[in-house]
């Protein structure tokens, strides 16, 4: 069975400052990786994924995220953050040739200040 | 752009009613879910539905659930007689196919149920 860690459950940051948010994950086999975003009163949004191929993966609203195989992270990173990049954000894995039903993590609370 | 809808946003119980939560997927997929999120803690699988069957639970989904597509839009989630520990937010997905190769899951924004 696969599991997901997020590191920190809220990451306070400043407008226009980088951020990262931490995702490590546990599996005995090949893996996908996602990151999904929930703003607030709304469903849950996929920001980007890992499916094979490069390791830097790009997605929308300028984050990006590196699959780390050795270290089995997925940290998802902004260099400049607006203030409406404040949401929750689930950090998910799902192991290949399987239902592709996701497993999340608890989920980072970014918030931007002005 | 297509999106998949829930109704209520939030609904509040007694302990021991029955609720039926709503979704309406997005309308060319095949395959359908449901998660809940207890506060504070990891969204959780329940269950996947696919040609009118249940095609995989998880251990949460217990015979106090149920699912059901009673028509050709919605996609309902029944809980036969709450617990206050049903209290969670819960979302409805939805994929083109699942299995063989990777469908993208789109969520909707979530039931919040409150049992007292």
């Known amino acids: 069975a696969q599991s997901v860690t997020q590191l920190d459950s809220q990451v306070p940051v400043f407008e226009e400052a980088p951020v990262e948010l931490r995702c490590n994950y546990s599996?005995?086999?090949?893996?996908?990786l996602f990151w999904y975003v929930q703003y607030p009163n709304q469903g849950l949004q996929l920001l980007l994924k890992?499916?094979?191929?490069?390791?830097l993966v790009k997605g929308i609203n300028g984050f990006e995220a590196e699959f780390n195989k050795s270290q089995t992270s997925f940290h998802l990173r902004k260099p400049s953050v607006h203030i409406s990049d404040t949401a929750e954000y689930f950090c998910a894995v799902t192991t290949k040739g399987g239902s592709y039903i996701p497993t999340f993590g608890r989920g980072t609370s970014l918030i931007v200040h002005p | 752009e297509p999106e998949v809808t829930q109704t209520p946003s939030h609904q509040v119980t007694q302990m021991g009613q029955e609720v039926i939560l709503r979704c309406v997927p997005i309308?060319?997929?095949?395959?359908f879910y449901w998660y809940r999120q207890i506060l504070g803690q990891k969204v959780e699988f329940l269950v996947s539905f696919y040609n009118n069957e249940i095609s995989e639970k998880s251990e949460i989904f217990d015979d106090q659930f149920s699912v059901e597509r009673p028509d050709g839009s919605n996609f309902t989630l029944k809980i036969r007689s709450t617990k206050l520990e049903d209290s969670a937010m819960y979302f409805c997905?939805?994929?083109?196919?699942?299995?063989?190769?990777?469908?993208?899951?789109?969520f909707g924004p979530g039931t919040r149920l409150t049992v007292l």
């Open positions: 309308s060319n997929h095949l395959y």
């Open positions: 599996s005995s086999v090949s893996v996908y």
């Open positions: 890992y499916l094979s191929g490069s390791t």
């Open positions: 997905a939805s994929s083109e196919s699942s299995g063989g190769s990777y469908n993208e899951q789109f």
